[in-house]
């Protein structure tokens, strides 16, 4: 057997996530399911890299299996991507070595979150529409705050299995482009709805109600209770994932 990381992209609207559910839809299960379809085996179980929230995107998302020896990669690619809805998409495979783990050997995650200030049906699927005026200065300083090894367990709706909030985060800014807002975040790791909560507030800071200095005192204190209400799902997209042993130039950009 060989093992691969296998790169896939999806839109999460229409999914409780990627980990697969008892009495929900995932990206994990149809994945799954669709493998079954083409090996004509029982369930094959994929490992991801992590847990999207409902309703989340991901334009770059890696999960690793193990296959034979002779399996035809791209026949196996094809006939895959055959078998899964349009909202799902297989990019690439990558071999590599036995004990490769698409979740615990990742030593970079990036999200970005999307904002439209004009109305734009064809944006509202995958960004966030928010009219009203925001300080983007204001928000900018407080993004600022967040770089650093810190805990963030005001940001986190709930630890779940991990057994800290300690977090380090390495990029935090916000870019624009005319109507079209874009937060991008980077650390080690996130928490159970880290980047939703970190926008919400931020954007209390953009609106006024919530100052520079109010902001890292949420952060200080450690309380979700004082953070902002998590943005809607619809404006998040994992976008990247770092891994030491796969080569930048092998990446789509």
């Not at 196996?76 to 490769?100: G, Q």
């Not at 005026?133 to 993004?143: C, G, I, S, T």
């Not at 367990?153 to 807002?181: E, L, M």
Request: proline share 2%; aromatic share 12%.
């Amino acid at each position: 057997m060989s093992r691969f990381f296998v790169e896939l992209s999806y839109a999460g609207t229409a999914y409780h996530g990627w980990q697969r559910q008892i009495t929900a839809i995932s990206v994990q299960e149809i994945v799954e399911d669709g493998l079954a379809k083409v090996l004509r085996t029982g369930r094959i179980t994929v490992m991801g890299c992590g847990r999207t929230d409902t309703g989340v995107h991901a334009s770059s998302y890696f999960m690793h299996l193990d296959l034979p020896e002779e399996t035809d990669i791209e026949q196996l690619r094809y006939k895959w991507n055959h078998f899964l809805p349009s909202d799902i998409s297989l990019h690439r495979f990558i071999a590599v070595h036995d004990k490769a783990h698409a979740r615990y050997d990742a030593t970079a995650r990036e999200y970005r979150y999307h904002i439209h200030r004009e109305k734009d049906s064809f944006k509202l699927p995958y960004s966030f529409y928010l009219w009203r005026d925001l300080d983007l200065e204001a928000m900018q300083k407080a993004a600022a705050l967040l770089i650093g090894t810190k805990d963030f367990n005001a940001f986190a709706r709930s630890h779940g299995s991990q057994k800290t909030s300690i977090c380090d985060v390495r990029t935090a800014h916000w870019t624009t482009d005319g109507p079209y807002w874009q937060f991008t975040i980077e650390a080690d790791r996130f928490l159970r709805n880290m980047v939703r909560a970190v926008v919400g507030t931020l954007l209390q800071v953009g609106m006024g109600k919530l100052t520079i200095e109010g902001f890292q005192k949420v952060i200080d204190n450690k309380d979700r209770r004082q953070a902002g209400s998590s943005a809607p799902a619809n404006g998040l997209f994992l976008s990247r994932i770092d891994y030491p042993y796969i080569q930048e130039q092998w990446r789509q950009v």
